[in-house]
């Protein structure tokens, strides 16, 4: 059964950083491009950034383009969201994906 799970998510000051994982299960992890999505409040999901199976590529969202780093460790089948610079309009859940299967989300939260 795959399974993702999320963690790293609270509660940061403007300008602030949090860095996110997510642990993989139940599929080879190394054969697949990994996403992270986001819900904010009263919105619906928003494409962040992908990255690909062996991490020598990555895209990223205009908005947060500069600011967050995507990566990931095959042998730990853990992706990473590395933010930087964190602003209110990046508070929401925040998912990592392969394809339809997503986590039950990490909540971040940027409020002075």
């Known amino acids: 059964q795959e399974q993702l799970v999320e963690s790293g998510g609270g509660l940061v000051r403007p300008g602030g950083s949090l860095r996110l994982s997510c642990a993989a299960s139940?599929?080879?992890?190394?054969?697949?491009?990994m996403d992270w999505v986001r819900q904010s409040p009263g919105q619906g999901l928003q494409w962040v950034s992908d990255i690909t199976p062996r991490g020598d590529a990555a895209w990223y969202a205009d908005a947060v383009k500069g600011r967050f780093t995507i990566s990931r460790d095959n042998a730990k089948n853990t992706l990473y969201l590395q933010m930087n610079n964190l602003k209110p309009e990046d508070t929401g859940v925040y998912y990592c994906?392969?394809?339809?299967?997503r986590g039950p989300g990490t909540q971040v939260t940027v409020s002075s």
């Open positions: 139940g599929f080879t992890f190394s054969s697949f491009t």
């Open positions: 994906r392969k394809g339809a299967v």
